[in-house]
């Protein structure tokens, strides 16, 4: 199966500052780029768990003793690693984008490029697929989805339209949805605004802010002391979420302060803001939005 380069993948697998006879975990293994990587730097004692839900992705299983891949959401890493035997981590990878390979098979439906039925599942066993959302949704959920995730300004008038186009027929394909979204496909805008559209209702198929969140509020638990984490997020919302929680231990709001103004969070970034290089960028078009943080369990 064809799947394309790991983005950061030196600085991603640097950030977790490999041991080489650590236990280490990439909960987005794909194509396998990062876990490779991961296991180059690993001893003969050292482990690998790579967490994949996309059944696709088994076919880039890699051979190796030191190496476990466990076909399961990656919000249920606690719950696996225990199943394993295993109770805590060096480490704790992820690359939150969509694969390229999900992206260039045009029937799962995640490309604005492509004629394709209404799906963008990541877990092609789920019952919710953008067909659901699109056809299902009341005007006010699907309002909801396009201004949260989307953050498209005309989200009402576009679940609107989305609601009285279905009433004449179910709105089965990529087509047909961009049919019924015409008049906010402005010429200039069409491909940026049809990718907000598409990036929104991915997120509520694949609930991605609400497993991220889950995974997040594990990781203090999984990892050793000193263990890292290394994240890379492809949009400011599932970026605000890790730099929060980074900071604060919290998604929202502030922690709870002692008498002398001090909070104890979880966790320390391991310093500031990666972003690909402009070289990187030419040959992965995809890095382009890629953003890394690093943090260490203190």
């Given at each position: 199966m064809?799947?394309?380069?790991?983005?950061?993948?030196?600085?991603?697998?640097?950030?977790?500052?490999?041991?080489?006879?650590?236990?280490?975990?990439?909960?987005?293994?794909?194509?396998?780029?990062?876990?490779?990587?991961?296991?180059?730097?690993?001893?003969?004692?050292g482990?690998?768990?790579?967490?994949?839900?996309?059944?696709?992705?088994?076919?880039?299983?890699?051979?190796?003793?030191r190496?476990t891949?466990?076909?399961?959401?990656f919000?249920?890493?606690?719950?696996?690693?225990?199943?394993?035997?295993?109770?805590?981590?060096?480490?704790?990878?992820?690359?939150?984008?969509?694969?390229?390979?999900?992206?260039?098979v045009a029937?799962?439906?995640?490309?604005?490029?492509?004629e394709?039925?209404?799906?963008?599942?990541m877990?092609?066993?789920?019952?919710?697929?953008?067909?659901?959302?699109?056809?299902?949704?009341?005007?006010?959920q699907?309002?909801e989805?396009?201004?949260?995730y989307?953050?498209?300004?005309?989200?009402?008038?576009?679940a609107?339209?989305?609601?009285?186009?279905?009433?004449?027929?179910?709105?089965?394909?990529?087509?047909?949805?961009?049919?019924?979204?015409?008049?906010?496909?402005?010429?200039k805008?069409?491909n940026?605004v049809?990718?907000q559209?598409?990036?929104?209702i991915?997120?509520?198929?694949?609930?991605?802010?609400e497993v991220?969140?889950?995974?997040?509020?594990?990781?203090?638990e999984?990892?050793?002391?000193?263990?890292?984490?290394?994240?890379?997020s492809?949009?400011?919302?599932?970026?605000?979420?890790v730099?929060?929680f980074?900071?604060?231990?919290?998604f929202?709001?502030?922690?709870?302060?002692?008498?002398?103004?001090?909070?104890?969070?979880?966790?320390?970034?391991?310093g500031?803001?990666?972003v690909?290089?402009?070289n990187?960028?030419?040959?992965?078009?995809?890095?382009?939005s890629?953003?890394?943080?690093?943090?260490?369990?203190?």
């Amino acid at each position: 199966m064809e799947y394309h380069n790991a983005v950061l993948l030196k600085e991603t697998v640097d950030g977790l500052a490999i041991k080489p006879d650590g236990i280490y975990v990439d909960v987005t293994f794909g194509g396998g780029g990062h876990s490779r990587e991961i296991l180059n730097q690993l001893g003969a004692e050292g482990k690998l768990y790579a967490f994949d839900q996309d059944t696709d992705a088994l076919t880039n299983a890699i051979d190796d003793d030191r190496f476990t891949l466990i076909n399961e959401n990656f919000r249920y890493i606690k719950r696996f690693l225990r199943f394993y035997g295993v109770k805590q981590v060096d480490g704790v990878l992820a690359d939150f984008g969509v694969s390229s390979h999900q992206f260039d098979v045009a029937e799962r439906g995640f490309s604005t490029r492509f004629e394709a039925d209404l799906d963008m599942r990541m877990n092609q066993n789920s019952l919710l697929s953008a067909y659901e959302v699109i056809n299902n949704y009341t005007e006010e959920q699907l309002k909801e989805v396009l201004l949260q995730y989307g953050e498209l300004r005309q989200a009402p008038a576009m679940a609107r339209v989305i609601v009285e186009a279905r009433t004449q027929q179910d709105i089965k394909t990529s087509e047909q949805l961009k049919l019924v979204l015409k008049r906010f496909l402005q010429h200039k805008k069409e491909n940026k605004v049809l990718a907000q559209i598409y990036q929104a209702i991915r997120i509520e198929v694949n609930q991605e802010l609400e497993v991220l969140k889950e995974l997040l509020q594990q990781t203090p638990e999984v990892l050793k002391q000193g263990g890292r984490l290394s994240f890379i997020s492809y949009h400011s919302l599932e970026d605000r979420l890790v730099k929060r929680f980074i900071r604060n231990g919290l998604f929202e709001g502030e922690p709870e302060r002692d008498m002398f103004g001090n909070f104890e969070v979880p966790l320390k970034k391991v310093g500031g803001l990666i972003v690909p290089s402009q070289n990187e960028i030419k040959v992965n078009s995809r890095a382009r939005s890629a953003k890394l943080r690093i943090a260490e369990k203190i």
